[in-house]
């Protein structure tokens, strides 16, 4: 069984910054992408970024782009979220999604975590 386990929300002041970790494990389990996503209040899950572990490359939402920044560290399957010039537009639930080798057939995130809040107070 893979867990995708997120860390690090919060309440922040608009400005602020927050980083957000998400450790994916499981005994045979390899990361092949990993992302994060986020869903407001009364809204829909918004992809924010997401990261491959084959190259490194990443992919940002226009939302976020230039204020966030997602890095990895393979050896611990771990994926991080590095949040800066939060804003409260900012606030939701941000979930991390890790993904096996279908990723680069289907694009499709096969391990979900429970999620992580994030607040941005004005």
């Known amino acids: 069984q893979v867990q995708v386990v997120e860390s690090g929300g919060g309440l922040m002041q608009a400005g602020g910054s927050l980083r957000l970790s998400c450790a994916a494990s499981?005994?045979?389990?390899?990361?092949?992408?990993m992302a994060w996503y986020r869903q407001a209040p009364g809204k829909g899950r918004e992809f924010v970024a997401r990261i491959t572990w084959t190259d490194g490359s990443t992919y940002y939402s226009d939302s976020v782009k230039g204020r966030f920044t997602i890095s990895r560290d393979n050896a611990k399957n771990t994926v991080y979220l590095q949040m800066n010039s939060l804003k409260p537009k900012d606030t939701a639930v941000y979930y991390c999604?890790?993904?096996?080798?279908?990723?680069?057939?289907?694009?499709?995130?096969?391990?979900w975590g429970q999620g992580t809040q994030v607040t941005v107070s004005s």
């Open positions: 499981g005994r045979t389990f390899v990361s092949y992408a």
């Open positions: 999604a890790a993904a096996g080798p279908n990723y680069y057939d289907t694009g499709e995130y096969d391990y």
